[in-house]
């Protein structure tokens, strides 16, 4: 910890105390005349120093090779030296230097010096900008200096522009934080970000804003790029990319802002206008999007329980993989299951002698790309090793039959009557939403392996109509393998009561479920909200027929709840909403497919438009709530509530001034002596 000399004059440490950048109540200065009191008579006295004050300012830069914003430089090593030890923090991620460098530059912290050393070549008559952002803090007790920027020219003047701006995810508009950000002449081909690094760049902060610095007159278009490589060029489909159509012209002017002083974290002292330069525009706008990956490769296998074998792709297809059993026949033991993107297939194996071997070989045939990006068969061998051996899971069952055979002595010993057979597991069945559900609700019946038949007439649905139970009508629908949904007319406030057969299922291994009964509620009108919501101001045309608005309510967390096609009027009506606090998103299906789509750069494909409701709704039981939104009322930066957006800000740094506490604390130790209380 650094401290300012014990034995200082009484007008030092005045200077010392007062030039902490906070305002002092009178009590305050009282202590602190106190404690200079008691410095000086200390000074007679022996006693054991406690280190004396801390240094609470930042560092300061004193000179520097070449000058800082100097001109006609032509040395690729910089030296920026500074009043005390200093050391610079995550230097990789955030200083960046401008025009880009293609060849990292070496950024160390040295005693009281930063140095780069550049290894590009200069280029002619451009102005170079080191951004540190705030990496810069005093070695000991590690003030901030600030945001700082380094400038020189190997030209005969500096540029000085800037311009501002945030990136957002395109699907869900979330700050992305860490994505490059750059210019390019407006006149400039389409094609450059994938051929040429560009002009200028900067990085976004946890806020997903950037500032790019160095800027010569003139118009530009601006690009957001989530270099993976390093090469600052758009040359791989898994980037993510943003562009501004929109011509960018630096400018500025004069400007004012308000600058609060505190006189404690509670209280304010006073609000000063400080005069600085406006750089414009600073609120450019880019969503950044992933290209639709459709290459399609086997990314791994896996046989994490031994009777189903799953591969995972990076994209679907219309077509399973085509097994043959090299060590196993494969004719009718395998059941195939599929995730809703078809990308993760599981083959559920129906024999249990292939289920008890421990290693599966498998000749696989997938579609999968080739080296030219077509879609081409490919033939893999492939062995599955089960995670837990056959000879561990027979010990396991062991233990079981033990346990029971235990169990089954006591109970002789206590008279009961025992089967001595132990029956076969009944097949479980879950059902879900169980009891209360509401008049949108469908009820799923899941089992945890496939079945092989399902007599859906052994299932049936009763109504509660004057404490008589009716047979009213339901539909039931394949979802997979192992899943049914079940549909019906729900009354609201009506109960009902789900039943099944005995054996009306049976899966793959032989087990049947038990007769099952599962009590229903629906939910009155009067425990729900509805939300109307009317919709404008969407880029959709009359010219765009397929085109619609999606609109979504999201719960507290940000999660969908439910989502709705609105009307040719932009509005859409939400009924029985569960009371609690949402809020609304949107977005233009614009080819009417009901998902959201990229977008694709080289056809100069946006992606589809996604807007969100800057408030909260809050929807209480037996409210009618309704909202008009105009999607460009507010910037698309400003747009998603606080509270869903997941990407936090950066914690900004601040000063310590933790030398008005000590003071206090010393004030009050030498009052304490002298019998005060305070």
């Known amino acids: 910890m650094k401290r300012l000399p014990l034995r200082t004059s009484f007008s030092s440490v005045f200077k010392a105390l007062f030039s902490v950048h906070c305002p002092l109540s009178i009590v305050h200065c009282s202590l602190l005349i106190v404690h200079c009191s008691l410095l000086i008579t200390s ?7 406690d280190g004396g004050w801390y240094d609470d300012t930042p560092p300061r830069v004193i000179s520097s090779s070449p000058s800082e914003n100097g001109i006609s430089v032509t040395q690729k090593k910089v030296i920026i030296n500074f009043n005390e030890f200093i050391k610079v923090e995550n230097a990789q991620e955030k200083v960046i230097i401008s025009p880009p460098q293609m ?40 003030n901030p200096m600030g945001n700082y920027t380094f400038s020189f020219s190997t030209g005969n003047h500096i540029d000085t522009l800037e311009v501002g701006g945030y990136v957002l995810n395109a699907e869900d508009l979330e700050p992305l934080k860490g994505i490059l950000v750059g210019l390019y002449p407006y006149d400039a081909p389409d094609s450059i970000i994938r051929t040429e690094p560009m002009m200028r760049v900067s990085r976004t902060n946890g806020s997903g804003f950037f500032t790019i610095k160095g800027v010569a007159p003139g118009s530009y278009r601006a690009f957001a790029l989530m270099d993976a490589d390093g090469n600052f060029i758009f040359n791989q489909k898994s980037e993510h990319i943003a562009w501004a159509d929109d011509s960018i012209v630096p400018s500025w002017k004069p400007d004012t802002r308000q600058d609060t002083i505190w006189r404690d974290s509670l209280h304010i002292d006073n609000i000063l206008r400080v005069p600085y330069t406006h750089f414009l525009p600073d609120d450019i706008t880019l969503l950044a999007f992933q290209e639709k990956l459709t290459d399609r490769y086997l990314l791994k296998t896996e046989r994490a329980t031994p009777e189903k074998l799953t591969f995972y792709f990076t994209y679907g297809s219309d077509s399973l993989p085509q097994l043959k059993g090299l060590n196993f026949s494969t004719d009718s033991t395998l059941v195939p299951e599929y995730s809703l993107k078809r990308d993760t297939v599981y083959f559920w194996l129906n024999d249990t002698t292939l289920i008890n071997q421990d290693t599966l070989t498998v000749e696989a045939r997938f579609m999968a790309t080739d080296a030219l990006g077509m879609l081409v068969p490919k033939v893999d061998t492939l062995t599955f090793l089960s995670k837990v051996p ?10 079981e039959k033990e346990k029971r055979a235990k169990e089954m ?13 132990q029956p076969k597991p009944a097949l479980n069945l879950t059902v879900s939403p169980s009891g209360q559900l509401t008049p949108l609700q469908k009820v799923r019946i899941e089992c945890a392996t496939p079945l092989a038949r399902c007599d859906t007439s052994m299932i049936h649905l009763y109504e509660m109509i004057d404490s008589v139970w009716y047979r009213t009508p339901h539909t039931m629908e394949q979802l997979s393998p192992r899943q049914w949904l079940l549909s019906a007319d729900w009354k609201p406030a009506t109960e009902y009561s789900l039943e099944m057969d005995s054996a009306a299922a049976t899966n793959i291994y032989g087990s049947s479920n038990k007769s099952m009964k599962q009590g229903l509620k629906v939910s009155s009108p009067d425990e729900f909200s509805t939300l109307a919501v009317t919709i404008s101001g969407t880029p959709i045309t009359a010219a765009d027929s397929l085109a619609a608005i999606m609109v979504s309510l ?68 037996k409210w009618d709530v309704s909202r008009d939104w105009n999607v460009r009322s507010t910037p698309r930066y400003l747009q998603k509530p606080a509270k869903i957006v997941k990407q936090k800000p ?20 030498y009052l304490g002596a002298q019998g005060v209380k305070m």
């Open 43 to 49: 000074c007679a006295r022996m006693g054991s120093p």
């Open 554 to 621: 999201l719960d507290g967390s940000g999660k969908v709840v439910r989502t709705m096609k609105a009307d040719a009027k932009g509005k859409v009506l939400f009924t029985y909403v569960k009371p609690a606090t949402y809020y609304i998103s949107a977005y233009c299906d614009m080819n009417g497919n009901g998902v959201w789509d990229t977008g694709e750069y080289d056809t100069r494909t946006p992606p589809e438009p996604v807007y969100f409701y800057n408030e909260e709704v809050e929807c209480k039981a």
């Open 409 to 421: 002595e006591k109970r002789r010993k206590r008279g009961e009557t025992v089967d001595s057979i």
């Open 390 to 399: 056959y000879a561990k899971r027979l010990k396991n069952e062991q233990k």
């Open 103 to 142: 060849e990292q530059a070496d950024v160390k912290a040295a005693g009281k010096r930063i140095i780069i050393e550049l290894k590009d070549t200069l280029k002619e008559n451009t102005t170079y900008t080191i951004d540190f952002s705030d990496a810069i803090a005093d070695n000991n007790e590690g």
């Open 650 to 669: 950066d914690q900004a740094k601040k000063l310590k001034n933790r030398n008005i506490e000590r003071a206090k604390q010393l004030g009050k130790e």
